[in-house]
C-alpha cells in the first residue's frame, strides 16, 4: 500500500488499543456537538518518531509498517491524548487543609480570605521559601500529576504579590518544566489578591507600571482574579488592557462567587479564556462565544468548597461557547490534581457527556492556553503526549470516580509511565 | 529495656511513619467521640512476625529492637490500617456503565430497576458467565482495590436469584479470597430483588426453604434488600428471622431510598449492621444503638446516582451509633470501588471529620463483618494489615480527594504493593 513507510521508522508504536481517541477535527476550539466527536479508532495504534506523532490508525496495519519500532502493548485499554490540565496555581509552599475544618465548621472561602487567611497565608508561605525548596516541591505535584495522566499543566502565580516573589514563582515554573516531563505554561496572576499592607489603587497601578513589563519574559498570559475579595471589573479591564499592550494573552478568573462582569469584560480584549463561570450572564457568554474565549470550568472546586453552584455547562454548549475543564489545583479551593475526577465531576454534576468532557480535557484545554497546535490531541505532526487507561470504553471513566485508571504515560514520544521500560 | 525482644525476631518493620494510626482502643464498635481517637503514634513504626503485629511504638526504639527485621521506609508517609471494605458487590458479570447516560436524561435508578434493567441486567450476565471468568473479574477488580489501599472485602451475592448461580457466586468470592492477598468476607444476598418469571411471595419461601438451608456453609452472613422494587420490611423480617435460626449473621440494606422501617427489624433480631440509611427514623436509629448494630454508610451510591441525599452521619454519631464506612461497589449504582473517595464524601457531603470518616473505615468496618478481633487496627496479635499513605497528616485524605495516596501496601506482614520488592 505504502511501502515507503518502512523507510520511515517510528520511535514508538502504541498499539492494541480497545480504542484510540485522536481528538482529531477542526482547527479551532471544539463547540456545541462538535464536543462529542472524539475521532476513535477502534482497535487502533499510534506511531512516533522524534517525539511526535507519525500516524493513527488500525494495530494490524501500523505493527505492519512500523515492525522495528519499540512497541507499548496497550493491551486492550483506552488511548487518548494526555490530559491538559489548563488552569492550576501549583507553584506554592505551606499548606492550607487545616481550612477543610474551619469550612466544615461555617466558616466560607470569602471570609477566610478576609480575616487574612486562604490566599494570604499560602503568600506569606511560598515568599518565605527558597528558590530550590519550591522547585521541589512543584517537581512533587507534577510527578503526582502525571502519575494520574496529566502531561501538559499550565502553572499560574500569585502567591507572591511582590516584583521578587512573582518572578520567583514564574521562573520555578519555567525550571519545573525543564525539569520534569511535564509541559509546563506559566500565567502571571499579580492581580490575585491586594497584599496586605497597601491599598488596591497603588496595587492596580504597580502591577500596570512595574510588574506587567518587568515579568514580560517569563509569562505567556496575564490572568486577573475578579472577585469582592479581589479585584473589581473596571480594574481588571485597565489591568487586562495594559497586558495586552505588553503582548500577554489575556485571561480572567470571572464569575466564581458573583458576577461582576469580568468574562465579558474579558471576551471584548479577545481573551484567550475565562475560568471558572459558576456564574455569568448569558449576555457576557454569547460575547464569550464571539471572541472564540474559552469557558475552563473547574468543577473541583465547588465540589471542595461545599457548594452545589457548579458551572452551568449544559447552557455554554448550547449556546456554542467552547468549553475547557481545568481543575485548578491550589492548596485552598481545590487540592486535588486529578483530571480524571475532573472529568467525572463534569459529568455527574455539571451533565456534561463524557466525550465533551473528554474533548474539554485535552484539545479544548489546549486551545485555553494556545498550544492546540503542538497538542491536546493525536494528530500526525503533533507531539506524542498520550495516555493508556485500564478501561476499554469512555464511559468506565466517571463510572471509576475517584480511582486512578492510568496505566501508562507516553510524553513527547517516550515511556515517561511506568518509569522504567 | 526489654532486651529479649532480641530473641524474637520481627519478620518485616514499617518505620519512619509521620504517624502510625493504630485505632487502638475499646473492644467494641467505635461511636460518639470515641470515633475522634485513632490513637497515633508520630514518628511511628509497626513490627509483624508471622503475618501478625508483634509491636507498635516509636521509630528509634523498634529500629533497635528489630535490627535484622527486613525494613519498609515509610518515609515519612502516613501508616494505618488497610481499608476495610464492608459492603461490596463485587462478584459480577457485564457492565452497566450505559446507565449512567440513562440516569443524565433523567431516569431514576428504581425506574431502571422496575422496567427489567438495573440489576436484573447483571443477574443476566452473571448466570451466562462461567466459574473462572467470574474469578478472573474478581481478581482484576481485588488487584485495582488493593492498589487503592483495601485488604479486605465483604462481597454480597445477589446476582443469581438462583440456587446455582447464588452459589457459584459465593464460591467464586471464596476462591479469589484464597489466590488473593485480600481477605474475603462472603454474605448471601439472595433477598437483592424478586427474579423475573416468578412472584415475590413463591420467591421468599424459596429462599427461607431452601437457599438459606442450602448456602450456609458458604455464607458467614444473610443480607435483604428493603425497598420498594425489592422487599417489604414484613418479607426483610421473615427472611432474616429464618436466617438467624440458620446461623447467618444479620445485615440489611435500609432506607436507601424510602423508609420502610427495615433498620428496626433488623435491629430487633440483633443485626451486626444496617446498610444505607439514607432514610431511617431517629426511632429506628435509637434501636441500632441499643443493639450495637452498626450503620454502613456508602455515600459513593447517592454521588453516583445524581443525588444530595446522604445518610445524616452527624446525627446517628450524635446519637451514639456506630458509623461505618463502605464503597458499595457494584456495576449499577457505585461502579467505584475506592475507600479514599470514600473518606472524602463523608467529610465533604456527610460532614464527617477525617478522624471519624477513617475510625469509620478501618475499625468500625472491621465490626460491621465480625473481624474487628482480627482486622481494622494495628494492635499486637492482629493480622498485619496495613498501608503507606504518600502524606504526612490525616486532613490530605479529603483534600486530594480523586486521587489514590496509597504507596505501599501490606497484607498479613507481607509486601504486596509495590508488586516485587
Known amino acids: 500500500m505504502k511501502p515507503e ?7 514508538l508504536l502504541v498499539f492494541n488499543a480497545s480504542k484510540v481517541l485522536t481528538l482529531a477535527g477542526p482547527d479551532r476550539p471544539r463547540s456545541g456537538e462538535e464536543m462529542q466527536d472524539l475521532g476513535a479508532i477502534p ?13 493513527t490508525g488500525a494495530s494490524a496495519q501500523l505493527r505492519d509498517h512500523y515492525a522495528d519500532a519499540k512497541r507499548l ?3 486492550g485499554g483506552l488511548v487518548m491524548p494526555g490530559f491538559v490540565d489548563c488552569h492550576t496555581h501549583l507553584v506554592y509552599a505551606g499548606s492550607r487543609e487545616n481550612e477543610l475544618a474551619q469550612r466544615l465548621a461555617g466558616a466560607s472561602y470569602l471570609d477566610i480570605l478576609a480575616a487574612g487567611g486562604g490566599i494570604h497565608s499560602t503568600v506569606h508561605a511560598t515568599r518565605a521559601a527558597s528558590y530550590e525548596e519550591l522547585t521541589q516541591l512543584a517537581l512533587k505535584r507534577m510527578n503526582q500529576m502525571l502519575q494520574h495522566g496529566t502531561t501538559t499543566v499550565e502553572i499560574k502565580s500569585g502567591y507572591g504579590l511582590d516584583l521578587e516573589t512573582e518572578k520567583k514563582i514564574l521562573e520555578v515554573a519555567a525550571a519545573a518544566g525543564r525539569r520534569h516531563p511535564l509541559d509546563v505554561v506559566p500565567t502571571f496572576l499579580g492581580a490575585h489578591a491586594v497584599p496586605r499592607g497597601t491599598n488596591r489603587a497603588r496595587y492596580v497601578n504597580w502591577l500596570i507600571k512595574e510588574a506587567l513589563p518587568a515579568l514580560r519574559g517569563l509569562s505567556e498570559f496575564c490572568d486577573v482574579f475578579c472577585e469582592k ?3 473589581t471589573a473596571k480594574e481588571t479591564g485597565r489591568i487586562l488592557r495594559a497586558a495586552k499592550r505588553h503582548g500577554y494573552g489575556l485571561k480572567v478568573h470571572a464569575g466564581q462567587f458573583s458576577d461582576l462582569g469580568a468574562a465579558g469584560v474579558a471576551a471584548g480584549l479577545g481573551a484567550v479564556s475565562a475560568e471558572h463561570l459558576e456564574n455569568v450572564s448569558e449576555a457576557q457568554l454569547k460575547q464569550m462565544r464571539n471572541s472564540g474565549t474559552v ?9 471542595f468548597l461545599l457548594s452545589e453552584r457548579y458551572a452551568d455547562a449544559r447552557r455554554m454548549i448550547r449556546l456554542g461557547v467552547p468549553v475547557a475543564l481545568g481543575t485548578d489545583f491550589n492548596p485552598g479551593s481545590c487540592p486535588s490534581f486529578s483530571m480524571q475526577m475532573g472529568v467525572a465531576l463534569a459529568c455527574l454534576k455539571m451533565m456534561m457527556t463524557v466525550e465533551e468532557a473528554i474533548t474539554a480535557s485535552t484539545i479544548n484545554a489546549a486551545w485555553a ?10 494528530e500526525p505532526g503533533k ?19 475517584g480511582t486512578n485508571l492510568v496505566r501508562s504515560v507516553v510524553k513527547a514520544g517516550q515511556i515517561v509511565l511506568p518509569p522504567r521500560h
Chains 1, 2 share one sequence.
Open 295 to 303: 469557558a475552563v470550568l473547574l468543577p473541583g472546586v465547588p465540589f
Open 369 to 378: 492556553i494556545r498550544r492546540a497546535d503542538w497538542l491536546g490531541s493525536l
Open 43 to 55: 482497535g487502533g495504534a499510534v506511531a512516533m518518531r522524534g517525539g511526535r506523532i507519525l500516524e
Open 5 to 11: 513507510r518502512t523507510k520511515d521508522p517510528a520511535d
Open 229 to 231: 475579595e479581589a479585584f
Open 383 to 401: 507531539q506524542g503526549d498520550l495516555i493508556v487507561l485500564d478501561v476499554q470504553d469512555i464511559s468506565s471513566l466517571p463510572c471509576h470516580f
Open 73 to 75: 502493548d496497550a493491551a
